[in-house]
């Protein structure tokens, strides 16, 4: 249904005209539409130009990027730091990964859709001749040692377990990487010096997904230069000097001194382009044919002017500090040249000043009012509209199915930010929580699956686990074993016999804590089959409680009840009406509870 609304307005002359003007070589300037025919005309003008599309959003930026998403699955996200200038804090890896995957994306593939915001646009990003991606193939002769080194150079850290961003750990002939621009972290197995296979493998599990035939690593921060610069010695000679000569000498050493003692001091980061020969912003990674369009424009040049604001008075405080930091000039892109740079190319603005409008209005008013809903579709219908409500879940979808009754008009589940009003095209697109002014607080998942493997925590000595293969052990500590020139972290646990068992850190999702009591507890043997025995015992009593199971729902299921007549409609409306709540399908068991928790909240 979305790829029919797409075709509609694709295919529109409103869209027609805008797209003919670009190939003209014309730049517009129009009145704001609603997000969630934005996000349509975007993908219309992206697929029927063949061009970079750049859309710089400087409010609800990642609603825009969710909406872009649902037409154009591969769109690129180019986010801002989630920190103030000359914090101490870093960014989330989170964003610095997405930040580093889409300029590498852009240079290997030039053709993309990309969706940022103003600031993100003034903070410079890596330069591209230190992107430089190490690509592994399975089968290759890879020299494992001078994998690592290099690994180290570009900022990796090593660690025992790989669960984050810029993280690897090595145990023998396995290297696991966590890089950006793979969501899960990579596992390389060596046979000598040969790549005998590359998988992706959970960094909370440690389980493998599935297999790749190559990967490609990436820095795992924008600073770069200023980590390959503290590698080693000499680092006043590796920067920048028409940078440095801005900076007093006594300053020069201050800094220089700090960065041998310690590479990562808190606000390290912001020193980075004092050893960088150039920084590129994401303008520089675009080519010159690149369309942008500009959802608000003037909140544009208000955020741009804002942020340098900001940035020149954080500055001003950080004078005092005992290492003076770079001025903001040479830290973030000049915001004149920025709007120069972006008005010099194609642009589709949008802005209360707009000089023309497209055929195309917000979703009517509705208020939470079912009857008129019906009568608004209705009249829509009459008028010859295709009238769509767009959900964001089947819960929604089933509710408002309910809600309009025999209203004639398609259901879709697509969490769609506005819905709009398109008269050429006799389009009215309803979304759920529009109709019922509903709060909308969209949770966007992260990209990355980042975290720490599943491991017992807060062990002490004496507390009881279970290996599941196994059974019960108790807990004695943590040891690394060296087998050879291997190292690894062991969880140890002793059984019956006082026998041993050291279980590997790439192992620790087999063990969870005992829950039982713990009074006369038994510890496995592990020389007996004692434990496999109570498995088997277990999963036949589970078998048979659930034919028990089985056999009771069956017989309830034959009886005969007495149904009574419900509130269906009022039920329904008072649930879609609920506004800070993004609610999904309720079941009939707890409705009871839902509506006394519902009237609660509203009194």
Same mark, same amino acid.
């Given at each position: 249904?979305?790829?029919?609304?797409?075709?509609?307005?694709?295919?529109?002359?409103? &869209?027609?005209?805008?797209?003919?003007?670009?190939?003209?070589?014309?730049?517009?300037?129009?009145?704001?539409?609603?997000?969630?025919?934005?996000?349509?005309?975007?993908?219309?003008?992206?697929?029927?130009?063949?061009?970079?599309?750049?859309?710089?959003?400087?409010?609800?930026?990642? #609603?825009?990027?969710?909406?872009?998403?649902?037409?154009?699955?591969?769109?690129?996200?180019?986010? &801002?730091?989630?920190?103030?200038?000359? #914090?101490?804090?870093?960014?989330?890896?989170?964003?610095? &990964?997405?930040?580093?995957?889409?300029?590498?994306?852009?240079? +290997?593939?030039?053709?993309?859709?990309?969706?940022?915001?103003?600031?993100?646009?003034?903070?410079?990003?890596?330069?591209?001749?230190?992107?430089?991606?190490?690509?592994?193939?399975?089968?290759?002769?890879?020299?494992?040692?001078? $994998? %690592?080194?290099?690994?180290?150079?570009?900022?990796?850290?090593?660690?025992?377990?790989?669960? !984050?961003?810029?993280?690897?750990?090595?145990?023998?002939?396995?290297?696991?990487?966590?890089?950006?621009?793979?969501?899960?972290?990579?596992?390389?197995?060596?046979?000598?010096?040969?790549?005998?296979?590359?998988?992706?493998?959970?960094?909370?599990?440690?389980?493998?997904? /599935?297999?790749?035939?190559?990967?490609?690593?990436?820095?795992?921060?924008?600073?770069?230069?200023?980590?390959?610069?503290?590698?080693?010695?000499?680092?006043?000679?590796?920067?920048?000097?028409?940078?440095?000569?801005?900076?007093?000498?006594?300053?020069?050493?201050?800094?220089?001194?700090?960065?041998?003692?310690?590479?990562?001091?808190?606000?390290?980061? *912001?020193?980075?382009?004092?050893?960088?020969?150039?920084?590129?912003?994401?303008?520089?990674?675009?080519?010159?044919?690149?369309?942008?369009?500009?959802?608000?424009?003037?909140?544009?040049?208000?955020?741009?002017?804002?942020?340098?604001?900001?940035?020149?008075?954080?500055?001003?405080? @950080?004078?005092?500090?005992?290492?003076?930091?770079?001025?903001?000039?040479?830290?973030?892109?000049?915001?004149? %040249?920025?709007?120069?740079?972006?008005?010099?190319?194609?642009?589709?603005?949008?802005?209360?000043?707009?000089?023309?409008?497209?055929?195309? =209005?917000?979703?009517?008013?509705?208020?939470?009012?079912? &009857?008129?809903?019906?009568?608004?579709?209705?009249?829509?219908? /009459?008028?010859?509209?295709?009238?769509?409500?767009?959900?964001?879940?089947?819960?929604?979808?089933?509710?408002?199915?309910?809600?309009?009754? #025999?209203?004639?008009?398609?259901?879709?589940?697509?969490?769609?930010? +506005?819905?709009?009003?398109?008269?050429?095209?006799? $389009?009215?697109?309803?979304?759920?929580?529009?109709?019922?002014?509903?709060?909308?607080?969209?949770?966007?998942?992260?990209?990355?699956?980042?975290?720490?493997?599943?491991?017992?925590?807060?062990? +002490?000595?004496?507390?009881?686990?279970?290996?599941? #293969?196994?059974?019960?052990?108790?807990?004695?500590?943590?040891?690394?074993?060296?087998?050879?020139?291997?190292?690894?972290?062991?969880?140890?646990?002793?059984?019956? /016999?006082?026998?041993?068992?050291?279980?590997?850190?790439?192992?620790?999702?087999?063990?969870?804590?005992?829950?039982? @009591?713990?009074?006369?507890?038994?510890?496995?043997?592990?020389?007996?089959?004692? *434990?496999?025995?109570?498995?088997?015992?277990?999963?036949? @009593?589970?078998?048979?409680?659930?034919?028990?199971?089985?056999?009771?729902?069956?017989?309830?299921?034959?009886?005969?009840?007495?149904?009574? %007549?419900?509130?269906?409609?009022?039920?329904?409306?008072?649930?879609?009406?609920?506004?800070?709540?993004?609610?999904?399908?309720?079941?009939?068991?707890?409705?009871?509870?839902?509506?006394? !928790?519902?009237? =609660?909240?509203?009194?």
């Amino acid at each position: 249904m979305l790829e029919s609304l797409k075709k509609i307005v694709a295919s529109s002359d409103a &869209a027609g005209q805008l797209i003919k003007g670009i190939r003209e070589g014309n730049s517009f300037f129009l009145q704001p539409v609603p997000a969630g025919f934005l996000a349509m005309l975007i993908s219309a003008v992206f697929r029927r130009t063949k061009r970079t599309v750049v859309v710089v959003a400087p409010e609800k930026t990642e #609603d825009i990027l969710a909406d872009i998403e649902l037409f154009e699955k591969r769109t690129l996200y180019f986010p &801002a730091y989630d920190i103030l200038p000359y #914090d101490t804090n870093l960014p989330d890896t989170e964003i610095v &990964a997405r930040r580093i995957e889409t300029v590498y994306r852009m240079r +290997e593939s030039p053709r993309q859709t990309i969706v940022t915001s103003p600031r993100a646009l003034l903070e410079k990003s890596i330069p591209e001749r230190l992107l430089g991606p190490i690509k592994i193939h399975r089968g290759e002769t890879v020299e494992l040692e001078e $994998l %690592k080194t290099k690994l180290v150079e570009n900022g990796y850290k090593s660690c025992d377990t790989t669960g !984050y961003i810029g993280e690897f750990s090595s145990r023998g002939g396995i290297l696991d990487i966590f890089t950006p621009g793979t969501v899960d972290p990579v596992r390389l197995e060596f046979f000598g010096d040969t790549v005998e296979s590359i998988r992706l493998f959970s960094a909370r599990s440690q389980r493998s997904i /599935r297999k790749i035939k190559e990967c490609t690593i990436l820095p795992p921060t924008e600073a770069i230069s200023l980590v390959r610069a503290t590698r080693g010695n000499r680092i006043q000679e590796k920067m920048n000097p028409d940078i440095a000569q801005k900076l007093p000498k006594g300053e020069i050493e201050k800094l220089v001194d700090r960065l041998q003692f310690d590479p990562e001091f808190p606000g390290y980061l *912001w020193f980075a382009p004092l050893f960088s020969p150039e920084a590129n912003t994401l303008l520089d990674y675009l080519p010159e044919d690149t369309i942008f369009i500009i959802t608000e424009e003037e909140e544009l040049r208000r955020q741009l002017s804002e942020f340098e604001s900001e940035a020149n008075e954080l500055y001003t405080r @950080k004078l005092t500090e005992k290492i003076q930091p770079l001025p903001p000039e040479l830290i973030f892109a000049d915001k004149d %040249k920025l709007i120069q740079q972006i008005e010099h190319r194609q642009h589709i603005s949008f802005g209360l000043r707009g000089k023309e409008s497209l055929p195309v =209005f917000p979703q009517d008013t509705i208020g939470g009012d079912i &009857a008129l809903l019906r009568e608004t579709l209705k009249r829509y219908n /009459r008028n010859g509209y295709e009238t769509i409500i767009l959900c964001d879940n089947v819960g929604q979808a089933e509710r408002m199915k309910n809600l309009i009754g #025999d209203v004639p008009l398609a259901l879709e589940i697509a969490p769609l930010s +506005e819905g709009f009003i398109f008269t050429e095209g006799k $389009l009215a697109a309803f979304t759920d929580n529009g109709i019922f002014a509903r709060y909308r607080r969209r949770v966007r998942k992260r990209r990355y699956h980042e975290g720490t493997y599943d491991q017992p925590v807060s062990l +002490e000595p004496g507390d009881y686990l279970v290996h599941i #293969d196994y059974g019960i052990g108790r807990f004695v500590g943590i040891e690394n074993l060296t087998i050879g020139d291997i190292t690894t972290e062991c969880i140890v646990l002793e059984y019956d /016999r006082e026998d041993k068992l050291y279980v590997p850190s790439t192992d620790f999702h087999l063990l969870q804590r005992y829950e039982g @009591k713990t009074a006369n507890i038994k510890l496995a043997r592990l020389t007996s089959d004692r *434990w496999k025995r109570t498995k088997k015992k277990v999963k036949q @009593k589970v078998t048979e409680l659930a034919g028990e199971l089985l056999e009771i729902y069956t017989l309830r299921h034959k009886l005969t009840g007495i149904q009574h %007549k419900g509130d269906e409609a009022l039920f329904n409306q008072l649930e879609a009406s609920f506004i800070y709540l993004s609610l999904i399908h309720i079941s009939e068991p707890t409705r009871p509870l839902y509506i006394s !928790y519902a009237v =609660f909240c509203l009194k």
